[in-house]
T-cell receptor
């Protein structure tokens, strides 16, 4: 079974600065998908960024980018120019046939 | 596009009653839907995978007779919590995969908060 590990329960960052959230996973699969989701207090899951494992190029979405290291099974999220609205829970997720989530990291952006 | 709705958004019921939660894909067809449960300050835990026209596949430790799942159409899956007890109080979230979609992505509903008194 696939497992996803987020080792940072809480993180904080000053507004406008950069923060990196860590995620590692364990799988024997070769083709799969990785995601970062944001969950604000409303609890609606919002897709932040998506990465196909067969692609070597790291995915980017505006201020959000990932560092995907397939051999190391690592998938970290970098948020640049942090904004107050980025404050939320962030979940790393692995998907082959279904989606499995890490424990989450609570990110607080401080003014 | 790719909107998933859930109804109700919040429900309070008495212990021993049954509660049905609906999950609908509004603008796409979903052959597969998933049900998750999220306790406060915890992650989403997969409960079951729901395939249209067939029986749901439950995760280990999830009682299939307690959490009845019906995926009767390509746009609707329902989760019925039977004989609910206070320990079933949780946030239930569904998600759906686009049928025949090239991109593997799940779209999440807004969730249903269940409180069993």
């Amino acid at each position: 079974a696939q497992t996803v590990t987020q080792s940072q329960p809480e993180m904080s960052v000053q507004e406008a600065e950069t923060v990196t959230l860590s995620c590692t996973y364990d799988t024997s699969e070769n083709n799969y998908y990785l995601f970062w989701y944001k969950q604000p207090p409303s609890r609606q899951m919002i897709l932040v960024i998506r990465q196909e494992a067969y692609k070597q190029q790291n995915a980017t979405e505006n201020r959000f980018s990932v560092n995907f290291q397939k051999a190391a099974k690592s998938f970290s999220l970098k948020i640049s120019d942090s904004q107050l609205g980025d404050t939320a829970m962030y979940f790393c997720a692995f998907m082959k046939h279904d989606m499995r989530f890490g424990a989450g990291t609570r990110l607080t952006v401080k003014p | 596009g790719a909107v998933v709705s859930q109804h109700p958004s919040r429900v309070i019921c008495k212990s021993g009653t049954s509660v049905k939660i609906e999950c609908r894909s509004l603008d796409f067809q979903a052959t597969t839907m998933f049900w998750y449960r999220q306790f406060p300050k915890q992650s989403l835990m997969l409960m079951a995978t729901s395939n249209e026209g067939s029986k749901a596949t439950y995760e280990q430790g999830v009682e299939k007779d307690k959490f009845l799942i019906n995926h009767a159409s390509l746009t609707l899956s329902t989760l019925t919590v039977t004989s609910a007890h206070p320990e079933d109080s949780s946030f239930y979230i569904c998600s759906a995969k686009i049928a025949g979609g090239r991109q593997e992505t799940q779209y999440f509903g807004p969730g249903t908060r269940l409180l069993v008194l």
